[in-house]
């Protein structure tokens, strides 16, 4: 069974079902406490553990920073320590290594410092320390376990490399310079990642408190390591250059830095102590806040239900009573509570209107029933649930054929029945009209009634069906005449308007719409008729037969478009019957005109056909002279180009001997160059000789190397200064052949002058014989197309004559067309048909 079925079943007051309710409200809210309450206590065991092993790590930092110094008793302390401190940390092997390494004597302190490292790593793994989630405890734990551990470190490791350089006398060999280079490297890197991880501790930190707290010990801690950087560049430096290096003013530094980072690390763990105990705190306090909300709350709950329960039982009871009343027919009580602001309120104002609703649908019903409206209204089952009293008549009326098909159909008793009931009935037969899915028509016909059935949805103010409205009209008289209307349209249709719809039997609007209908009838024969008789008569080619009678509307329109045309038609037939007169007149002086002017043509072409043999006479000679001009410019210019031809190639030659020139001065500069470079390298092997006299027996091989380079250098500056010598003398003999070469090309260049001069006149002869053969050569063409066009001319002259006489021909056959229309006899195109 449904629980919620069963809840409503049960009688189970109103109020025991909000306690049942909020008791399920509270449900998840307990569990979210129980979880908060869980993840408080998991943070703040996360957050101890980190603290126990930042305590722990304070007992590990003195014995890795003062590793050089002797640590017996401070290993047998930690040896001492109880199990249970690494169980948390899984850091037992770890710390007993390093205790065992600071133990053991003759152990350096690097090793020592190593093991340390180790062991701090270990505790900060084991105890969440790497795991820390916020930003500023974060790197001050990075500091403190892994950072300022590493810079402890490199110290040692540096200062051991400086052990070679600390003697007097003492000369370090590469391998320890390397050494040396590779400490300080790590130191400097150590160094940059502490301060890198205190900077971004100080910068994560909200309050600055970090900032502050650190201060004095960073300035410190930055001096220190400013003057240690200083020495450390300084020593290699010198290391590098075999001189002595200030090795024992270096490690002095260096101790100086241990005793910053000393310093420097005790603030930062202090700092992360502080930052673990404050969030410990802080965990604490905000869950004893917000249990403390957690219990108000639920007093004030408890509170409101006694009240909210005490507030529904009053006006519950006052509402059921109003109910019941109601349910007895009392609808003048008055509703009690109707003045809250409340659902209650709301229910009861909704009760005191269902009262005045209950009075106005009596009303309502009273009028249905006095109007004879046929009215049913069913429920959302389609049951029906009200009928009028004129449609309870029709039903009277029916009431034996709907018998016929069920022997127990009843009037009375169809409240409360589907609509089936009468619906489903054999006698009766039902046709759909239309459905949209909310208005439904129905057309039933039974016992010679035609019914139309009009069933539209009700709603309520949420759009859900609540039941029908079924009208019914009975329509039998109404089809009647829409029959005999269709009949009377059907023969307008097929052209017969002689048909008129009988008065008699019909009322109101039926007879209105039968006098109309009679009227359109006459009104559309009479005026089809005149149209038929106008247009017949045009047909025949009389156009004497207007439309007399005058009608409005789309009828007085045809009549004037009718009208209009047969008047047009007579006006255009009249000028069409003037204007052919006219054009047979204008066509025979045409073929008149034409055929004299064939015959001068003709004549005309004869006199030009003899001047254009004589022009082509004078063409052919004029053209000789012209070829001969041409000929005669052809071979000047072929002269004048051979002296140009030699002109540039003396300007090449010129040209090519100052490139040999430039070349010669290009290598006399080169040479001194390369003079000059043996000079250096001369300098360069006597410097390498130097040198390997200083070196000894080490720079024996570099010596002889540098008096062979010595001597190649002093052969390649004696070879530079024969090679200038000769470029010198062959630069003076160029010099001359360009003077020689300049001279000859000023002597054909005069040449190249007066050849062109010879040229040019024989060109400008040339062209005017030319121009003037092309003159007489277009004259002739000129005479050769004007005779072809007047030959063109006669020919279309005689086609000119051939067609007036045509169109004569033409226009006699349309005059006799236009003759067999008949227009007005006082119409003037008559009289000018007979004057042609």
């Known amino acids: 069974m449904n629980p919620l079925a069963l809840l409503r079943r049960t009688k189970v007051t109103v109020g025991n079902k909000i306690i049942l309710i909020i008791m399920i409200l509270a449900a998840p809210f307990a569990l979210m406490t129980k979880l908060y309450l869980n993840q408080i206590g998991k943070d703040i065991a996360f957050a101890q553990l980190e603290l126990d092993g930042s305590r722990y790590i304070e007992t590990l930092w003195p014995m890795l920073v003062d590793a050089e110094s002797d640590q017996a008793s401070r290993s047998t302390e930690l040896r001492r320590r109880p199990a249970s401190a690494d169980e948390a940390f899984k850091s037992k092997e770890a710390v007993d290594a390093f205790a065992a390494a600071a133990g053991k004597a003759g152990q350096s302190a690097i090793e020592v410092a190593e093991a340390g490292r180790t062991a701090i790593s270990k505790v900060a793994d084991g105890s969440n320390l790497t795991l820390d989630p916020d930003l500023d405890s974060y790197y001050l734990m990075d500091a403190s376990t892994v950072r300022l551990p590493e810079l402890a470190t490199s110290i040692f490791v540096l200062k051991d490399a400086l052990k070679p350089y600390g003697a007097a006398g003492a000369k370090p060999n590469g391998k320890a310079l390397r050494a040396l280079v590779a400490a300080a490297t790590r130191y400097q890197a150590a160094r940059a990642a502490a301060v890198s991880s205190l900077s971004a501790a100080q910068d994560g930190n909200p309050d600055g408190t970090v900032r502050t707290a650190l201060k004095a010990s960073t300035a410190t801690f930055e001096q220190a390591t400013a003057d240690a950087d200083t020495l450390i560049d300084t020593t290699l430096l010198k290391a590098e250059s075999a001189e002595r290096a200030p090795a024992a003013d270096l490690e002095r530094a260096l101790t100086s830095v241990t005793n910053a980072t000393r310093g420097l690390w005790t603030r930062s763990e202090s700092e992360l102590v502080r930052l673990l105990q404050a969030r410990i705190d802080g965990f604490a306090a905000d869950r004893w806040q917000k249990m403390a909300i957690v219990g108000a709350a639920l007093a004030l709950a408890a509170l409101v239900l006694v009240l909210v329960i005490g507030s529904i039982r009053k006006p519950l009871t006052g509402v059921l009573g109003a109910i019941g009343r109601f349910q007895a027919g009392d609808f003048l009580s008055a509703v009690p509570h109707a003045d809250l602001n409340n659902e209650f309120g709301e229910i009861a104002r909704a009760l005191r209107k269902l009262q005045g609703m209950s009075g106005e649908q009596a009303l309502t019903t009273a009028g249905i029933n006095g109007s004879g409206m046929m009215l049913m209204i069913t429920d959302s089952d389609d049951r029906i649930m009200f009928l009028s009293n004129g449609l309870t008549q029709l039903f009277m009326e029916l009431e034996p054929y709907f018998r016929a098909a069920k022997e127990n159909f009843s009037v009375n008793a169809m409240y409360g029945e589907h609509i089936d009931y009468y619906g489903a009935n054999a006698n009766l037969k039902r046709e759909l009209i239309s459905d949209d899915g909310r208005r439904r028509r129905v057309r039933y016909e039974v016992g010679g009634h035609v019914i139309d059935v009009d069933m539209s949805n009700v709603q309520d103010a949420n759009g859900r069906r609540v039941g029908s409205v079924l009208a019914w009209t009975d329509i039998t008289a109404e089809l009647a005449a829409e029959r005999e209307i269709a009949e009377i349209v059907g023969s307008a249709g097929h052209g017969d308007f002689s048909r008129r719809v009988a008065l008699e039997g019909k009322k109101s609007t039926a007879r209105e719409i039968a006098l109309g209908l009679n009227a359109f009838a006459d009104l559309v024969e009479n005026a089809t008729t005149d149209f038929a008789a106008s247009l017949t008569a045009l047909a025949a080619g009389d156009l004497t037969r207007p439309v007399a009678n005058q009608y409005d509307g789309v009828f007085g329109r045809l009549q004037e478009s009718i009208n209009h045309t047969i008047e047009r038609l007579a006006e255009t037939l009249g000028t069409i019957q003037r204007t052919a007169a006219e054009v047979a007149t204008a066509a025979t002086e045409i073929q008149m005109g034409s055929t004299d002017l064939a015959q001068r043509t003709e004549d005309q072409a004869a006199s030009l056909e003899e ?194 006489a045509s169109l004569t021909t033409q226009i006699q056959d349309l005059e006799h067309l236009v003759s067999g229309f008949r227009i007005e006899a006082e119409r003037p195109s008559g009289g000018r048909r007979r004057a042609a």
Not at 626 to 645: G, N
Not at 699 to 723: H, M, N, P, Y
Not at 758 to 765: G, R, W
Request: charged share 20%.
């Open 611 to 804: 001047n254009a043999a004589t022009t082509e006479e004078l063409a052919a000679s004029v053209k000789a002279s012209a070829q001969s001009a041409r000929l005669a410019a052809t071979m000047a210019e072929k002269a004048k180009q051979s002296a140009s031809d030699g002109g540039a190639i003396v300007v090449q030659a010129v040209s090519a001997i100052s490139r040999i020139e430039e070349s010669s001065r290009r290598i006399a500069d080169i040479t001194s160059v390369i003079d000059d470079i043996a000079f250096q390298t001369n300098l360069l092997a006597l410097n390498a000789a130097v040198e390997a006299a200083r070196a000894g027996e080490a720079g024996k091989g570099f010596a002889v190397v540098a008096s062979e380079v010595r001597t190649l250098a002093q052969r390649s500056s004696e070879a530079a200064k024969d090679i200038t010598g000769l470029i010198t003398s062959s630069t003076n003999e160029v010099v001359t052949g360009v003077k020689l070469v300049k001279s000859a090309g000023d002597a054909l260049e005069q040449i190249v002058l007066a050849s062109r001069e010879v040229a040019d006149t024989i060109a400008e002869i040339s062209s005017s014989t030319a121009e003037q053969a092309t003159g007489i050569d277009e004259i002739a063409s000129a005479i050769s197309t004007l005779d072809s066009a007047t030959q063109q001319n006669a020919a279309l002259a005689e086609e000119s004559a051939a067609s007036a």
